[in-house]
């Protein structure tokens, strides 16, 4: 019985194949023959999707290493907390408000102060104001300072490379310092930044740093509030207006 459907004669399938073709013109879904002999040729789309899904998975391309980041910064004082932040701020003995340039991190005397980031020991000194300190260099004219100091330690000079945690000073009072604590700075160039924005970050590159947010200063004054008032220092009035805000004039403050 199959055989014998199968055995249609070659005229009628000629008749056939012609009557298709002219049906499909008149509909016009095909532009005559050779619109069909392209669709003969050419394989429907979906064999060839079927084809792609059959082939073996092209390997994944190897995403290469990111780059370490350029800039990477560390507490100084890990697990230790700001107590006195970056801005304006008045001390009780003083007329006016002050930048501070810095901020403050209270710590036993003898803690180990860390190298907030890779960099070479830019100077080591005394100052009337910062005490002890050590200064280091980082890329990109970025600078760190460590005040009021119990002592640099041992191998920490002008020049001296070291890495980002490496011990480089020891915390004390020294300086005007009201009990003992970090006094601690990062600047790009002379440009005081709020070390805030960088304590604990790291940044792809020099661009990525937070450079003018960071240097932005509030109008806010803070009074600070101290435990003791430094040796020698007699308290002056504190210089306000009818509304209650500090008549701050913005001056270097150190400390
Ligand atoms: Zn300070």
Redesign the pocket.
């Known amino acids: 019985m199959l055989s014998r459907s199968l055995a249609v004669p070659a005229q009628q399938l000629r008749v056939a194949f012609l009557a298709a073709l002219g049906m499909a013109a008149t509909v016009g879904a095909l532009d005559g023959v050779s619109a069909l002999g392209a669709w003969i040729v050419e394989p429907p789309a979906a064999v060839t999707t079927h084809q792609e899904a059959a082939a073996p998975p092209a390997p994944e391309l190897e995403a290469p290493e990111p780059p370490p980041p350029a800039f990477v910064f560390d507490a100084p004082l890990p697990g230790r907390v700001i107590d006195?932040p970056f801005g304006l701020r008045q001390l009780p003995w003083e007329e006016n408000g002050r930048l501070?340039?810095?901020?403050?991190i209270a710590a036993p005397a003898g803690a180990s102060v860390k190298v907030s980031a890779d960099g070479v020991i830019k100077r080591t000194g005394v100052s009337p104001t910062y005490g002890r300190f050590v200064e280091v260099m980082h890329k990109e004219g970025m600078t760190t300072l460590y005040?009021?100091l119990k002592a640099p330690a041992r191998g920490v000079k002008k020049g001296a490379y070291v890495r980002r945690g490496t011990t480089v000073a020891f915390v004390g009072n020294s300086g005007r310092?009201t009990g003992s604590?970090l006094?601690?700075?990062i600047r790009k160039g002379d440009k005081p930044l709020n070390p805030a924005f960088f304590i604990g970050r790291s940044f792809a590159e020099a661009e990525d740093m937070p450079i003018r947010a960071a240097g932005r200063v509030s109008k806010k004054v803070r009074l600070a509030v101290v435990s003791k008032w430094p040796d020698g220092v007699k308290g002056a009035p504190v210089a306000r207006t009818k509304s209650g805000r500090v008549r701050a004039r913005i001056a270097v403050?150190?400390?």
Not at 100 to 104: L, R, S, T
């Open positions: 006195s501070h340039q810095g901020v403050d005040a009021h310092s604590h006094h601690f700075e403050s150190e400390g």
